[in-house]
């Protein structure tokens, strides 16, 4: 028999005081955000296979300007796309009316470790108060970094920004699906397309990469969310296989320390009846359910 007790779930939920969420690919595949790995992401030119060449600092140190091209593409895509109800589900939790009903022994509002990184775990958070919206961003860890994020690979300089086209050239680029010959020097760069020469912080004219970590990167963040998984006793996986790195590792740390594993996937997995809770089914139909906030969510996204 499959561990997906609902009530059992939810006693387990609202007796947890520290809670953690890890999300993949699958929370965003209803807003059509195909993934590397998406044996249905087709496209003639920018193939997955270019999604696993393109993602590593080597490529990028070869052919910068077609790792940007490919993110560049990226961008308009997670800009196009909405967020959906899992996202929103997931969003409600860091609410202090949503926690206190359904978490109420909860020290705080779960942390969400998102390895997309498409940002619409941010972006779900347009409607709620500044207050609220600043607790739900402590509380969300884009492990593998964001598409909207850049780093400065002179000065370092981190920023985010949603417009969707970072230099004048690629602003200019008619069709985004054919790959373009583009200087080095019309590629996004630090201070923008009007650096006239500083070298200050952040103005330093530097080569701009995408803050994502890529192939043969170490996430910076891991250490960090280690040591959070250790006061962990309830342990959300959506979207994603709990018996896949990095997953499968967060899993069996929390269980090793007494503490409870729920899964939320479209389908089985290897090894996954070793999850103390197997919610099967798209994410954005079982997370409102499971969690019991449908109506929370109708109530703070009506036009949804
Ligand atoms: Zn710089």
């Known amino acids: 028999m499959l561990p997906s007790d609902k009530q059992a779930f939810r006693q387990i939920l609202a007796s947890s005081k520290s809670i953690i969420i890890l999300s993949g690919a699958g929370l965003s595949a209803a807003s059509g955000i195909p993934t590397y790995r998406d044996p249905n992401d087709s496209d003639a030119l920018w193939s997955k296979n270019d999604a696993m ?27 196009n796309a909405k967020p959906n109800d899992a ?9 202090p009316a949503v926690l206190s009903r359904v978490a109420p022994c909860a020290s705080s509002p779960p942390l969400h470790v998102a390895q997309n990184i498409d940002a619409l775990s941010l972006r779900v958070l347009e409607p709620f108060s500044s207050q609220d919206k600043a607790t739900a961003e402590k509380c969300l860890l884009e492990m593998h970094g964001s598409i909207f994020v850049t780093r400065c690979t002179s000065c370092q300089h981190i920023q985010r ?10 602003r200019n680029i008619e ?6 010959d583009i200087p080095i020097k019309e590629l996004p760069r630090c201070g923008g397309d009007a650096w006239a020469g500083s070298n200050r912080y952040g103005n330093c004219g530097g080569l701009l990469r995408p803050e994502v970590v890529w192939f043969n990167e170490v996430p910076p963040l891991m250490g960090e969310i280690a040591r959070k998984m250790n006061w962990c ?35 089985r997995a290897k090894g996954d009846e070793e999850a103390d809770f197997l919610f099967l089914g798209n994410c954005e139909a079982t997370l409102p359910d499971i969690l019991d906030v449908k109506t929370d969510i109708a109530n703070m996204w009506p036009q949804a």
Request: glycine residues 6%; hydrophobic residues 40%.
């Open 87 to 95: 996202h929103r589900a997931l969003a409600t939790l860091s609410l």
């Open 175 to 180: 069709d985004i699906n054919t790959k373009h």
């Open 233 to 267: 006793d309830l342990l959300l996986v959506v979207g994603t296989s709990s018996t896949v790195y990095p997953a499968a590792g967060f899993a069996s740390q929390v269980k090793a320390r007494g503490g409870k594993v729920a899964m939320f996937n479209a389908g």
């Open 53 to 79: 060449a393109y993602a590593t600092p080597q490529a990028f140190q070869k052919d910068p300007s077609s790792v940007w091209q490919f993110y560049h593409r990226r961008r308009a895509l997670c800009l």
């Open 161 to 170: 920004t949603y417009t969707p086209a970072l230099s004048s050239t690629l």
